[in-house]
């Protein structure tokens, strides 16, 4: 996905480098074709850990989550329902190809 994005970042744009799940049990980690459009474009690659950022949470809950009750940030759930689905949601996940927060109810209250 990174040689993707790489093409269409605009010029001296920012990449925040975070999970990267899909490359987690590769025997061999995919490469990046595209590297030199880091320096054409002047693009900045940064590794984020979500950790050293938590004691901020509680402030960005109270700035975000009114966007969302707006409806002026929208997130994606693939929601399994299930247990037996959850071999294939985590298949999913691991792969790539689930679009935003990879979900299983086991059971529904």
């Known amino acids: ?7 269409n970042m605009r010029p001296r744009g920012r990449i ?3 999970g990267m799940v899909s490359q ?7 490469g990046v074709k595209n590297l030199i459009q880091v320096i054409y474009k002047q693009i ?3 590794g984020l850990v979500v950790f050293n950022y938590y004691h901020l949470y509680p402030k960005f809950l109270d700035m975000i989550l009114p966007h969302i009750r707006e ?3 929208v997130y994606f759930e693939e929601i399994n329902e299930g247990l037996e689905s959850g071999p294939a949601a985590l298949i999913k996940l ?4 689930n679009v935003g927060k990879q979900v299983v109810v086991v059971a529904r209250e």
């Open 71 to 73: 409806g002026k940030i």
């Open 24 to 30: 987690y049990n590769l025997e061999e980690p995919e």
């Open 16 to 18: 925040a480098a975070c």
């Open 94 to 97: 691991l792969s790539g190809r």
């Open 44 to 46: 900045r690659i940064e």
């Open 1 to 7: 996905m990174l040689d993707a994005v790489l093409l």
